[in-house]
């Protein structure tokens, strides 16, 4: 199965959003747990959370991620902000345990000057305040383009940040391939060589979804502008290369092009085309 799929809007709860990505052809979705400029977030209704579920169990939606919002800084340099991740990292995992089974994605963050020694060992830190033996939810570091102080452009900051984590079980990667490329990993011309490295540095049974996005920017730019598939630097055969690897072609697989609903229809379409096993399974 190819669980494939695009970042879609969490304002009519679950069960709408479910109802929209199925009619996108979509097997997979991301949404922000609350506004992804930061603040509230909305009360979850168990019946509503349900029918999502209920989608998962008939194999109709594969695992979906939740992707905390931009402003979550667990390695800001300022005290407060890095309580304030904390806090909304907590408090978004409890929610989550409402679609038990599924990913939370986080940007491990910016350490503002402190260094990345530093915003490695906070970004633990707090990872081990949140994380519970008893959560459903995996955990996932995604890893970054390396713009200005961002911490996992490298993989080896995020085996790092990894190898610091109590509770490591409950954590993984997501792999986003305008980011990889923008911090200079060649997925285009060397798609195995990077997923080579990727395994000898973090491991590939850590690797648990992927964001799907061309960049507008040539590798190694560290510039994190994404671009629709096949329209920026990456083109649409690195896409096809992706969709059909056996490392990958399992993973949930989310579009974060800059895009409405019918441009993911039409890119969810294409890859599907692209893919060997398209959407009834190996
Ligand atoms: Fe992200
Ligand atoms: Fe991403
Ligand atoms: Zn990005």
């Given at each position: 199965m190819l669980y494939l799929g695009c970042h879609l809007s969490f304002s009519g709860g679950f069960a709408a959003m479910a109802q929209t990505a199925l009619g996108l052809d979509a097997t997979t979705l991301q949404f922000f747990t609350r506004n992804p400029r930061g603040g509230s977030a909305k009360t979850i209704d168990p019946q509503d959370a349900e029918v999502l579920c209920a989608l998962q169990r008939e194999g109709k939606l594969g695992p979906i991620v939740a992707h905390a919002s931009y402003?979550?800084?667990?390695?800001?340099?300022n005290e407060a902000t890095r309580n304030f991740a904390l806090e909304t990292m907590q408090d978004d995992l409890r929610r989550i345990e409402f679609i038990p089974g599924n990913l939370y994605n986080f940007h491990?963050?910016?350490h503002v000057g402190q260094g990345t020694e530093t915003g490695i060992e906070q970004i633990i830190q707090t990872l081990n305040a949140i994380l519970t033996p008893e959560q459903h939810t995996t955990v996932l570091l995604e890893t970054m383009?390396?713009?200005?102080?961002?911490?996992?452009?490298?993989f080896e900051e995020l085996r790092a940040i990894l190898d610091g984590?109590?509770?490591?079980?409950q954590m993984g990667v997501c792999l986003d391939t305008c980011h990889v490329f923008d911090a200079g990993y060649n997925i285009k011309d060397d798609l195995d060589g990077v997923l080579a490295e990727f395994d000898r540095v973090v491991g590939l049974s850590r690797l648990r979804a992927l964001h799907l996005n061309d960049s507008?920017?040539?590798?190694?730019?560290?510039k994190d502008r994404h671009e629709k598939i096949g329209l920026g630097s990456l083109g649409v055969e690195t896409f096809a290369r992706i969709v059909n690897h056996p490392a990958l072609r399992h993973l949930p697989m989310v579009l974060e092009t800059p895009n409405e609903l019918d441009g993911y229809a039409a890119e969810i379409a294409l890859l599907r085309a692209k893919a060997i096993d398209g959407k009834t399974g190996m």
């Open positions: 402003t979550v800084n667990p390695c800001s340099a491990p963050g910016s383009a390396g713009k200005g102080s961002e911490v996992g452009g490298r984590v109590t509770l490591g079980d507008k920017n040539p590798i190694g730019s560290h």
